[in-house]
């Protein structure tokens, strides 16, 4: 279990209250998780944080802080967002319980990043689409917001409630195809694959940087959803470099 | 939900922190359960609890406090009480989901408790013996003892996804499209599509229609899995036919 459990890696995003990192290093080693990364916490390293931690304090002294998420997800093949449940643009939407048996699936090939927005304000949609699942945690229509330690308790519970039942042979079934013939792009090669798509849609005068509308964003939906492998990764810049050279040769 | 719920009742026994018994609250209403019972609590009322509780207020003031165990399981048919997983004396131990499955099959029936014991010391064995079953949440066995408001969290959540779950007649719930913005292209569509790439593709010398390899497979595959809607699909056609138009310009 432990070994699958390291490629777990559990992310705060500008938590207020040092108390709740605290608490969730706490549930994190109750469930046997120990990767945490914190995107600018307000107030980190913390003697509340290490109160409430009640004993897991080599989580957080082991803790890596660093400044976007995009630094936080670094490396990771499947990123999990917590999310209220209506957005703008719909994302794939898992339960925690789905988003176990997902995450399951994935541990043993590569890193899997579960990420955990402010106390008042989630996550921002900018930061929910660099997910290529959201997660709600089902609550009270009227009285939904979780505290942030208790969010993490039920996410790495259910983490841990997979890894169980997988040992004893009762394997979840993930939503996601786990017999592929090639590795996932990683999150920065898929960030590097969206900069140069803007680029090259702003080229064939597709994409007017003054007028962006939501382009951006349903390709970011479509691309980030797909989950796309490094054959297809790579297929993809290709193209947009076979199209960019074309216009170059014809200027 | 609210019905059945109205049978599950909450016991704390002896709690020595007042934020945990408002973390218990909130935890408890997220999850649509309301009832609260504290047994000699030892500091009770106290802003500590109202503050942790972050808005479950209403089921700190209609807790009710009494003095035994005996007292506040009174009137209930089952009583599931929280434990350490070894014990002198053995005892019919569930984990949370059976649990909640136990309780979901009883809560139309009759009263329903679940007991929390004391942050340091749990419940005594006379208090696990007035339990029908104890339930034991899976943990690190070298860092067992959850947070008192993290393990109400686990064993309310697993109630809730219970009830969900008997709700919708245990139909597994689709990861893809039950909530989507725009309608899914159709396979015509989708054919239209992938001919329309191939064209633009062999246009911008990215195919090579003597020596295609398995790229069309490949988009395909993409393409067909991310069972695009119609936004997207329009979206696709558009940078196709910008890309066709520019070349065309330039030649």
Same mark, same amino acid.
């Given at each position: ?239 947009? %470099?076979?199209?960019?050279? %074309? ?5």
């Amino acid at each position: 279990m432990q070994n699958l459990m390291a490629n777990a890696r559990i992310v705060l995003v500008n938590t207020s209250h040092p108390g709740n990192i605290g608490g969730a290093a706490r549930a994190m080693k109750n469930m046997g998780v120990h990767n945490l990364v914190l995107v600018d916490p307000q107030e980190f390293p913390s003697g509340k944080a290490d109160a409430r931690s009640a004993g897991a304090k080599d989580i957080l002294e082991n803790a890596r802080v660093v400044g976007s998420l995009e630094e936080a997800i670094e490396g990771c093949s499947l990123v999990v967002g917590t999310s209220a449940r209506s957005r703008n643009i719909p994302w794939p939407l898992l339960d925690p319980r789905e988003t176990a048996a997902q995450a399951l699936a994935e541990l043993s090939k590569h890193q899997v990043a579960f990420v955990f927005g402010r106390e008042d304000r989630g996550l921002t949609n900018d930061e929910l689409h660099l997910c290529n699942f959201h997660v709600h945690i089902p609550s009270n229509e009227d009285f939904s917001s979780l505290n942030l330690a208790a969010a993490v308790q039920v996410i790495t519970y259910e983490l841990r409630m997979a890894l169980l039942a997988s040992e004893k042979g009762h394997e979840p079934v993930p939503v996601w195809g786990t017999e592929w013939d090639a590795e996932l792009a990683t999150n920065d090669q898929m960030e590097k694959l969206f900069d140069h798509m803007q680029e090259t849609l702003v080229e064939i005068e597709f994409l007017d940087l003054e007028n962006p509308r939501q382009l951006m964003a349903r390709l970011r939906r479509l691309y980030v959803r797909v989950r796309m492998d490094r054959v297809e990764h790579n297929i993809m810049r290709g193209i947009l %470099t076979a199209t960019q050279r %074309t216009l170059k040769k014809l200027r």
